[in-house]
């Protein structure tokens, strides 16, 4: 069992809680209501430059050029083809420049925004891998639904899309291998700080979707 899998199952309530959310159901029956979805889009937003800064320090960290390279691309894909997604939705759901850009932040969303800042201040690879691979390998689990209809509203669909296409799977499947790869190569206590931060992101995911109903 790699570094990755092990790190799932040690979380494997608060991952499939998060992998099978009532949000997740909804959204594949397009059926999430515009004020929870307004809602979810608004604070996940706040996210991309924190999660931008992260991937930007992953790539001084990288022990290979390689790699380097998957993350910088990976990086242009968040800042083109996502960041058009979000601008597109926020228009069709009359979302404001001001809640756009400086909504009311909620818990789960100053806090996630604290631990990826708090990766990158790490200077720890191994670290940074393990908070971005529970964010994408995440996603991909409830995205990837095989013979799923996709729902009719763009929203609800190009979220799901942007998540599950070949091009996302084939780089979460890359990225577990890196933190497999990188975590068999860690000593100890470098395995335990990874593993706590994977720890931190998998609640940190889970009260996200939660608090969107609340």
Known sequence: MGFSERLRDENADDWNAAVGHRFVDEIFRGTVAPDVMRRYLTQDYQFIDGFVALLGMTIATADRFESRIRFAQFAAMIT???????????????????EREHPVLTAPTTGFQALMKEAAASRHYASCLAVLTLAEWLYLSWADRPGALPPADFIHAEWITLHNNDGFRGFVTWLRGELDR??????????????????RAVVLERAFFDHIYD
């Open 80 to 98: 083109s083809d996502e960041n058009t997604y979000f601008q597109r939705s926020f228009d069709a759901l009359g979302v404001p420049a001001a």
């Open 182 to 199: 990188v975590g068999a190569a860690e000593d100890e206590p470098g395995r335990a700080v990874a593993t706590a931060f994977f720890r």
